[in-house]
Nanobody, 116 residues
Framework: QVQLVESGGGLVQPGGSLRLSCAAS????????VGWYRQVPGKQRELVAA???????NYADSVRGRFTISRDNAENTVYLQMNRLKPEDTAVYYC??????????WGQGTQVTVSS
């Protein structure tokens, strides 16, 4: 069992930056594929970025070049650095840890609002 807690969301102006954190307890996060997802009301949750246990990364086209996902195994935490934020990045951001279909865990989400 993995407990995930996201933090770092908030209100930021367009062009600004935020760093989201996904801290894990109950198990080591390093063996999981960890993804950051986001969701806005009325739309499906979408994958923003993911990182494998080996450190390979993948990004949605809409954030590639602006967002960076990374992991600190010593801190049992995965980060999402978000730069050059746009109003369309506004969403609730969720962290997911995936090992297999029967072992996937979600955090509670953190709100990111990009607005002037």
């Amino acid at each position: 069992q993995v407990q995930l807690v996201e933090s770092g969301g908030g209100l930021v102006q367009p062009g600004g930056s935020l760093r989201l954190s996904c801290a894990a307890s109950g198990s080591t996060l390093s063996i999981y594929v960890v993804g950051w997802y986001r969701q806005v009301p009325g739309k499906q949750r979408e994958l923003v970025a993911a990182i494998t246990s080996g450190g390979s990364t993948n990004y949605a086209d809409s954030v590639r070049g602006r967002f960076t996902i990374s992991r600190d195994n010593a801190e049992n935490t995965v980060y999402l650095q978000m730069n050059r934020l746009k109003p369309e990045d506004t969403a609730v951001y969720y962290c997911n840890a995936y090992l297999r279909a029967t072992m996937t865990f979600w955090g509670q989400g953190t709100q990111v609002t990009v607005s002037s």
